[in-house]
């Protein structure tokens, strides 16, 4: 185990992808040996997720469209081998109702 000054902290970033049928929102992070766990959260943590990973990236869908159960704050989270926490935060809304309408 090594600390901030032999090397980099963890970073995590997400990107989302829009497919035909569902929002795929994508965590990659950094320094893949620090990282004990990785997991979606949803600020709804009645909303079950599921995950799909691999060596330095994870990844949750939401089905399309978007409706208000579905909406809100999708927290990335990365618990580190030092028991520290890295996040990243990707916030899903629901489609404007002029747009929704074909309205401009």
């Known amino acids: 185990m090594c600390d901030y000054t032999c090397c980099p902290p963890t970073t995590a970033v997400v990107k989302a992808r ?3 049928s569902e929002l795929e ?3 990659r992070y ?3 040996s620090q990282v004990h766990k990785a997991l979606w959260k949803h600020q709804n943590e009645s909303i079950h997720l599921d995950m799909e990973t691999s060596l330095g990236s994870i990844t949750t869908s939401i089905p399309l469209p978007v ?3 579905s909406a809100g704050n999708y927290t990335c989270v990365l618990l580190l ?3 520290q926490t890295v996040s990243a935060t990707y916030t899903v809304t ?3 109702t002029s747009k929704a309408r074909g309205e401009m």
Do not use: I, Q, T
Request: net charge positive; proline share 6%; aromatic share 0%.
């Open 18 to 20: 829009r497919l035909s």
């Open 25 to 27: 929102l994508d965590c």
């Open 30 to 32: 950094s320094e893949v």
């Open 67 to 69: 409706r208000a159960e």
């Open 81 to 83: 081998k030092n028991k």
């Open 94 to 96: 629901l489609p404007s």
